[in-house]
């Protein structure tokens, strides 16, 4: 019986379970080794490329009138986008925060700009007080990883891809990152939702195969 005993040949047993779980273990060592890289980039150096992508994405997202874009209130050295939501909101967007109600539950949107007040949220995360809930057209979401297909690697509260599961009007999604934060792969699971585009410093990230 050993000659047919699937982790005999030494390859990986492909159990789905064991296979869960190699990966969940996975991507927490890469989520503190990526978070502990940008956060050792100097600050000086993720300002500027927070300020390039900036650029990049207000041009992706084009006329901004009437259009409600959600981006994030930073931490952890995620590169600060606080200056392109006021640009966004002086062109006519509405702009809005995501806001976590539960764990498990998907993330809302509600309309924050420059000024409005913030109030503690989950993990202490700042979030709008006042504003109401909406719709985005454009979710803009923070990467602690991304890969060559553009899927994200988040947090792991699974929070983005439970929000757009349960979305009936998909919006834009544009995953941010610095290029730093690249990895071949995130061994992308069932749940995992690919963004339409990855933006760095660099710009849109593609991986064109062939070119
Ligand atoms: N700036 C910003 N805001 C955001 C997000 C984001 O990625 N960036 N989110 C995007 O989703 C939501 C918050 N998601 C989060 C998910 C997990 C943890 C966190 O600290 N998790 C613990 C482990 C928790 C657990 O195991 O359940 C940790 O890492 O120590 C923080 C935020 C909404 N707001
Ligand atoms: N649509 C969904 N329905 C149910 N569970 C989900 C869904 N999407 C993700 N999850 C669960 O959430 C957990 C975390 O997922 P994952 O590792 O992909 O998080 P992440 O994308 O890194 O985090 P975040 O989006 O919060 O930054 C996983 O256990 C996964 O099974």
């Known amino acids: 019986m050993h000659e047919i005993e699937p982790g005999y040949s030494g390859l990986p047993v492909s159990d789905p379970k064991q296979q869960e779980l190699d990966v969940s273990r996975w991507r927490k060592a890469e989520r503190s080794r990526q978070i502990a890289s940008r956060l050792a980039l100097p600050s ?35 590169p600060d986008l606080r200056s392109l939501m006021t640009a966004l909101a002086f062109d006519g967007a509405r702009t809005a925060l995501p806001v976590v109600i539960e764990r498990g539950r998907p993330l809302v949107f509600r309309l924050w700009k420059t000024g409005d007040r913030l109030e503690k949220g989950v993990w202490n995360i700042p979030v709008p007080a006042d504003g109401a809930v909406v719709v985005p057209d454009v979710v803009i979401a923070p990467v602690v990883g991304f890969d060559r297909e553009n899927y994200r690697l988040g947090y792991g509260g ?53 070119v």
């Open 158 to 210: 699974g929070f983005f891809d439970r929000t757009l599961a349960a979305t009936t009007k998909r919006p834009r999604v544009f995953g941010v990152g610095y290029s730093s934060a690249f990895m071949p792969t995130i061994y992308p699971q069932a749940h995992d939702i690919p963004m339409d585009a990855i933006i760095t410093e660099q710009g849109e990230m593609r991986f064109d195969v062939g």
């Open 44 to 78: 000086e150096q993720r300002r500027v490329h927070g300020k390039r992508i900036a650029g990049h994405l207000k041009k992706l997202i084009g006329d901004a009138a009437e259009q409600v874009v959600s981006a994030y209130w930073p931490f952890r050295g995620e």
